[in-house]
């Protein structure tokens, strides 16, 4: 469920009017639900009651303090992948002993960071990496907690730049070589090993890749949970959205007929990987990023120009690639709505930005409702992977980010002054 609908001819987030948003902050603007973020963050936490559970949220989706802030107020933990995540994790008042550090490529001092800051684990990739956390942890003199992630080379059928679970691409270490690895991590002094992970992909719809995974790696931590004591088991992130017909007929219809069309939710996701999961008897960790925050956000944008060419209708827009990148970098589908229905027949339209590359489109030969010079866009589902995706590309200053609780709206990020966007940059000395 989500808190953007229509009320009459007008697109509310929760009790504000978008449009009132829009003509108060300018646009582009980005527009936040904090009611949608805490029923998201329940429903999961709810499914996973039955065990004893952490749901780490992971804020590479949606990183703004004012999100972290409600999370971490619900008892989130936070899936970060950086030294720049923690410190925003701690900027925004979140628990780093509830913070599980992932990526590929950690260096010693980030890994020195989390160390000193007390991270509850570090999710290693590689048996390289393993000796790196034990040789910063000898030299602090601490003992790092670690679990390494398995690649349980499922296909988890979704788009090629968010699969992770195959040994096709460079996450975590193959599944055939795991017990080896906890062999030898063991032998290190400065390590602990707490648990196992595995993250399969991201925008997954279906129940059924999250299960063969589970279902492939069990024995296996079975296993290392006998011989080297393990805490928790992680299942990553992964939990697909729904991105089309959010606002059909004006209800989210979607919601009613997703037990029809078996979507995945947090109920039937937990039923699938509970049985599994509970005889286990470890601590569950869950990492879902987009499940949280994608629905909970929406990119407002003027339309600028409409342009007809001989064969298309090109509505060109204020926002841009480098505030949602989505379109252009995965193919992405955004649902796009006015703020103001105005009933009339619709168009078959590119929506595009003003940027000089043929990439910065929203969608391309939509059949939308004909608009106008002035009238404003609401592109759904842009709370996961947008705003912190965005860019200064163009000299384009980064929009401002408003949350919204109830009838209550406050600004999460200003928008930027453009002179940021050069204030590291100088003449330099020989120029002048
Ligand atoms: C990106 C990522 C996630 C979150 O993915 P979502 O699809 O947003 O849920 C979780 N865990 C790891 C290791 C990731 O890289």
Request: with cysteine; glycine share 8%.
């Amino acid at each position: 469920m989500h808190d953007f609908r229509f009320v009459g001819n007008q697109l509310f987030c929760e009790g504000v009017s978008l449009a009132s948003l829009a003509k108060k902050f300018g646009t582009p603007l980005y527009v936040y639900s904090q009611h949608t973020l805490t029923d998201h963050y329940q429903k999961l936490a709810a499914a996973l009651a039955p065990v004893d559970h952490l749901v780490c949220y992971a804020m590479k989706s949606n990183s703004n303090l004012s999100v972290l802030r409600v999370l971490a107020d619900l008892g989130s933990g936070f899936d970060i992948v950086s030294a720049g995540e923690l410190q925003r994790v701690l900027a925004a008042g979140g628990d780093p002993a509830k913070c599980v550090f992932a990526g590929v490529g950690k260096t010693a001092a980030e890994i020195e960071f989390a160390l000193r800051a007390g991270v509850y684990c570090f999710n290693v990739e590689s048996e390289p990496e393993l000796q790196r956390i034990n040789r910063v942890a000898a030299k602090l003199k601490k003992i790092a907690p670690i679990a390494v992630r398995v690649n349980p080379n499922i296909e988890a059928h979704t788009h090629a730049k968010i699969t992770t679970g195959t040994y096709e691409n460079k996450f975590g270490i193959a599944f055939e070589d795991i017990a080896g690895v906890y062999a030898r991590a063991a032998k290190l002094k400065n390590l602990r090993l707490r648990g196992v992970q595995m993250h399969i992909g991201s925008q997954i719809t279906e129940t059924t890749p999250f299960e063969l995974a589970v279902k492939k790696v069990l024995p296996l931590v079975e296993k290392l949970k006998a011989k080297h004591g393990l805490e928790f088991f992680s299942v990553g992130g992964g939990l697909g959205i729904v991105y089309h017909s959010m606002l059909a007929s004006g209800v989210p219809a979607w919601w009613q007929s997703a037990a029809a069309k078996n979507i995945l939710t947090p109920a039937s996701y937990a039923a699938r990987l509970l049985p599994w999961l509970q005889p286990l008897g470890l601590k569950i960790l869950m990492e879902p990023g987009r499940f949280i925050s994608g629905n909970a956000g929406a990119l407002v944008t003027r339309v600028e120009y409409v342009k007809r060419t001989g064969k298309k209708n090109f509505v060109i827009v204020d926002a841009a690639m480098n505030d949602l990148i989505r379109p252009a970098f995965y193919d992405a589908y955004h649902e796009i709505v006015p703020l103001i229905r105005n009933g009339k027949a619709t168009l078959k339209s590119d929506v595009v930005g003003p940027i000089c590359e043929s990439g910065d489109y929203f969608c391309k030969d939509r059949p939308l409702p004909k608009v106008g010079e002035g009238d404003t866009l609401a592109l759904l589902s842009a709370g996961a992977y947008g705003a912190v995706m965005g860019s200064n590309y163009n000299a384009r200053p980064l929009p401002p980010e408003i949350l919204v609780n109830g009838k209550k709206f406050a600004v999460a990020r200003e928008r930027q002054a453009v002179e940021k966007i050069w204030s590291d940059e100088k003449v330099v000395a020989w120029l002048k």
